[in-house]
């Protein structure tokens, strides 16, 4: 009697045995199918942060370039135009002189000369400058007008705003892509540790194995799902959406 009782025992505890080893196996199985789906997301998402970060930095080197040459460009203006107010006063000196001097035939000349000066090589923001600069008692230049000569370079600076801006971007992108490549690790060693579970004999082994893959499965997903996605990103845009 005694002995069939313990065969009994045995039996029953060796199919609760196998019935844990089963349920384990298909928790594995679970974790193991859902882990290589999410690795996969979190490398194709790293690819994506890294393909925007090139196209960044390829922009933002772009908008640096044509800033540099708008920069040359206005310099070049503002110093035709500085050269052409030399004119413009040399001009109003004759005219004033001969104003002063009584010799209408020479006010004439210098008036006509102003008005060649002023039709053919000022722009609207330059005479406004000039304007505002005859109109003030004391001797000044157009260029002295509050802000004037930072509109030369107005282009320039707008581009170095963009330029920057969008490297700033391409390294958000950098640190984003190697935060979904370190998550794409972490994967991979949960992976690594599913895949050994069924080489442990004892249960408790395995239970302290697929413990530490579960626990690293949640931290890595937790972590994924707080680094934002690529700019622009859209699962339609892939099929045509």
Do not use: C
């Amino acid at each position: 009697m005694s002995e069939e009782n313990n065969e009994k025992k045995t039996e029953k505890t060796t199919r609760t045995t196998e019935q844990k080893e089963k349920t384990l196996e298909i928790i594995v199985a679970i974790f193991l199918g859902v882990t290589a789906l999410l690795t996969s997301w979190a490398s194709w998402i790293g690819s994506l942060h890294g393909g925007n970060q090139s196209t960044n930095y390829t922009v933002s080197n772009n908008l640096s370039a044509e800033a540099n040459s708008e920069y040359n460009t206005a310099m070049q203006n503002y110093m035709q135009d500085m050269m052409i107010w030399n004119q413009i006063n040399e001009v109003l000196l004759d005219q004033q002189f001969a104003e002063e001097s009584g010799d209408d035939l020479a006010a004439e000349k210098a008036e006509w000369r102003l008005d060649q000066l002023l039709n053919d090589n000022v722009t609207d923001s330059f005479l406004d400058a000039i304007n505002w600069a005859l109109e003030q008692e004391e001797a000044v230049s157009p260029f002295e007008m509050e802000g004037y000569v930072e509109s030369y370079f107005d282009t320039y600076y707008d581009l170095i705003e963009q330029s920057d801006a969008t490297l700033e971007q391409g390294k958000k992108d950098n640190s984003n892509g190697d935060a979904f490549g370190l998550v794409t690790v972490i994967y991979s060693v949960v992976l690594f540790m599913l895949g050994i579970v069924g080489t442990f004999k004892n249960l408790p082994n395995r239970y302290i194995v697929l413990a530490f893959s579960v626990a690293g499965f949640f931290f890595a997903t937790i972590y994924m799902f707080t680094l934002p996605m690529p700019t622009g990103f859209s699962l339609s845009s892939f099929f045509g959406g």
